[in-house]
């Protein structure tokens, strides 16, 4: 089966600009994560679908990132205006259900980097 | 919430090396997973593990969930080996990092 497909893989804007990531769970994988990585700290849940609906968005640092899943597929996650600080790499991952024998699969990640 | 820790946070090998890095985490979890970030960034799921003994090749992973930790062994390390070494606990309905372990094996 096809992983779990991030675009685009690196991303430089600048500082204010505006940046939307992609994530293509597994085929039939209900459940969605976001993940970030911000300067070689520790990896950071932001949130967690379940199919379209937003299970737990508590990681969301602020108003300024948006995600969303509509049709209960692939998600994006927006970043508007970005801020220096927003550099890292996102990582989204998805899992057949919620439950915990249920692993979870990352995608390569999405390496934003904002000047 | 549920906090997880990493030892050591950094490792420095030979090549051909054996090493064990470990997992600590503060309450009950539901599962445990351990990942390899190669230095091209991309998170490697290496095993799935809530509890007894894996092996894959050179590497096996021992959770002890009653006593709350779990292991990572790799043995014979190669160059390749190299990068950050994270567990995850899966937590309610969420998983939860530890800070990671940077492995550096030199040639």
């Known amino acids: 089966e096809a992983g779990v497909t991030q675009f685009p893989s690196h991303s430089v804007i600048e500082k204010g600009q505006t940046v939307t990531l992609r994530c293509d769970p597994i085929?039939?994988?209900?459940?969605l994560y976001w993940y970030r990585r911000v300067m070689g700290k520790e990896i950071k849940f932001l949130l967690h679908f379940v199919k379209e609906s937003k299970q737990d968005e508590s990681g969301m640092p602020n108003n300024r990132f948006l995600a969303e899943r509509t049709g209960g597929t692939y998600s994006t996650l927006k970043v508007q205006p970005a801020e220096l600080e927003d550099s890292g790499v996102y990582f989204c991952?998805?899992?057949?259900?919620?439950?915990?024998?249920?692993?979870?699969?990352f995608g390569n990640g999405t390496r934003l980097t904002v000047t | 919430g549920i906090q997880v820790e990493q030892s050591p946070p950094d490792l420095i090998l030979q090549e051909g090396a054996n090493s064990t890095l470990r997992c600590n985490f503060s309450?009950?979890?539901?599962?445990l997973q351990w990942f390899h970030q190669n230095p091209w960034g991309q998170l490697i799921n290496l095993f799935y593990?809530?509890?007894g003994t894996k092996q894959n090749g050179r590497l096996s992973a021992t959770t002890v969930a009653t006593e709350r930790y779990s292991l990572l062994y790799i043995s014979s390390s190669q160059t390749t080996d190299s990068g950050v070494y994270f567990c995850a606990a899966h937590y309610g309905q969420n998983f939860v990092f530890g800070p990671g372990t940077r492995l550096s094996v030199l040639p």
């Open positions: 991952a998805s899992s057949r259900t919620s439950s915990y024998n249920s692993p979870l699969h």
């Open positions: 085929s039939g994988h209900d459940n």
């Open positions: 309450d009950s979890v539901n599962n």
């Open positions: 593990i809530p509890s």
